[in-house]
Nanobody, 126 residues
Framework: QVQLVESGGGAVQAGGSLRLSCAASGATYNTQFMGWFRQAPGKEREGVAAISVITRSFIRADSVKGRFTVSLDNAKNTLYLEMDSLEPEDTGVYYC???????????????????WGRGTQVTVSS
């Protein structure tokens, strides 16, 4: 099992930036992909970005392309999400997740991931 702890959330105005971090520990040797998800009040959890632990290849949801950047520091076992040009629609609880799946499929779907952090709140005001 992989333990994940997110940090870096907060309240910002529209147009601002935040950098989220996710520290991983435990059975990280099995992890193939890591992802960021978010959940707004009353909405389903949605995939934001995902990255291969091995190749560093990544994907992002269309809604965040050009604004969010996902990266990984393997030496620190830490996943990052750099968020720029934030919009009120980006408000929600942001979760990181880890997957042992080996295929580059369904990386922005919650069912692909087994281990989850508790989340960090991001609030963007207009």
């Amino acid at each position: 099992q992989v333990q994940l702890v997110e940090s870096g959330g907060g309240a910002v105005q529209a147009g601002g930036s935040l950098r989220l971090s996710c520290a991983a520990s435990g059975a990280t040797y099995n992890t193939q992909f890591m992802g960021w998800f978010r959940q707004a009040p009353g909405k389903e959890r949605e995939g934001v970005a995902a990255i291969s632990v091995i190749t560093r290849s990544f994907i992002r949801a269309d809604s965040v392309k050009g604004r969010f950047t996902v990266s990984l520091d393997n030496a620190k076992n830490t996943l990052y999400l750099e968020m720029d040009s934030l919009e009120p629609e980006d408000t929600g609880v942001y979760y990181c997740a880890a997957s042992a799946n080996r295929e580059w499929v369904r990386l922005l779907q919650t069912g692909t991931y087994k281990d989850w952090g508790r989340g960090t709140q991001v609030t963007v005001s207009s």
